[in-house]
């Protein structure tokens, strides 16, 4: 148990993380990411865990970056902007490549980073009723560092019809990109996730970490190379007067100067 997150484990060595900032609808600051790096690292090397469920208390699965850390960034220099995109990067790396079936469970909404680590589960349900979106470039920013997650399990085609529009889009919409596997009433949730690890547990552990990384293997490269890539994108992105403007037109609440809808 930490501030941001609740983990437990059942007899049968299924790991529930949880989301719990529910009061900030599970919103990403410096300390949740933190706690979700270290918390993918012990349970990846935990023998007694054989399945990872991530989900989210309260209304919301995640709403994207916290507001005072956005604001933060704002206020930070070019390097330091840089160390922290750095720091969700890694933890996006760390879920990712973590040697134990991680299987989503979403519900409410799932905005930005939501979306990144919608992308990074091996299996992602969603409740029929939950609204997506990549709602960076209304910022005047780019969904830089979730980006090699996100292209990875849409594919290129399809990742481009959300990627750069900020639009929002339904669970069954999801489901056709290749974001969530299946879409099921809020009521049937946990038990959609459920079927998805039951049979995991009749498998090798072993054989199934190593199935796992083959996977990723043959799959998209997501390497530091890749990592680094998105962090510089995002980094000159934030120096650039769109992202200025669009970060303060967002907290004054008003419409940026590109608005024409």
């Known amino acids: 148990m930490t501030d941001t997150l609740s983990i437990t484990v059942d007899p049968r060595g299924v790991a529930t993380l949880l989301l719990d900032r529910a009061d900030k609808h599970n919103a990403m600051n410096a300390a949740m990411i933190a706690d979700l790096h270290k918390a993918a690292k012990a349970l990846g090397s935990d023998d007694a865990v054989r399945v990872v469920v991530l989900a989210a208390a309260g209304k919301t699965f995640c709403a994207g970056g916290d507001l005072g850390w956005m604001r933060e960034q704002m206020q930070s220099d070019a390097d330091t902007r840089a160390h922290?995109?750095?720091?969700?990067?890694?933890?996006?790396?760390?879920?990712?490549?973590?040697p134990k079936p991680l299987i989503g469970a979403l519900?409410?909404?799932?905005?930005?980073?939501?979306?990144?680590?919608?992308?990074?589960?091996?299996?992602a349900i969603g409740a029929d009723h939950i609204k997506l979106g990549l709602t960076e470039t209304r910022l005047g920013i780019i969904p830089a560092?979730?980006?090699?997650?996100?292209?990875?399990?849409?594919g290129e085609g399809r990742a481009r019809r959300v990627f750069m529009s900020s639009r929002l889009f339904d669970a069954s919409e999801a489901v056709e990109l290749g974001l969530l596997a299946k879409a099921v009433p809020a009521d049937d949730l946990m038990q959609a996730v459920e079927d998805q690890v039951t049979p995991y547990l009749n498998c090798?552990?072993?054989a199934v970490a190593a199935a796992k990384a083959l996977a990723r293997e043959f799959g998209s490269r997501i390497d530091d190379q890749t990592i680094a890539t998105s962090i510089a994108a995002l980094k000159a992105r934030w120096e650039t007067e769109e992202a200025a403007e669009g970060i303060d037109a967002f907290f004054a609440k008003r419409k940026a100067t590109w608005v024409r809808a």
């Open 145 to 154: 560092t979730i980006g090699p997650y996100v292209v990875a399990r849409m």
């Open 84 to 98: 922290e995109a750095g720091k969700l990067a890694h933890m996006l790396h760390a879920l990712n490549t973590m």
């Open 107 to 123: 519900h409410g909404n799932a905005f930005g980073g939501g979306v990144g680590m919608a992308s990074v589960c091996d299996v």
């Open 204 to 206: 090798a552990p072993g």
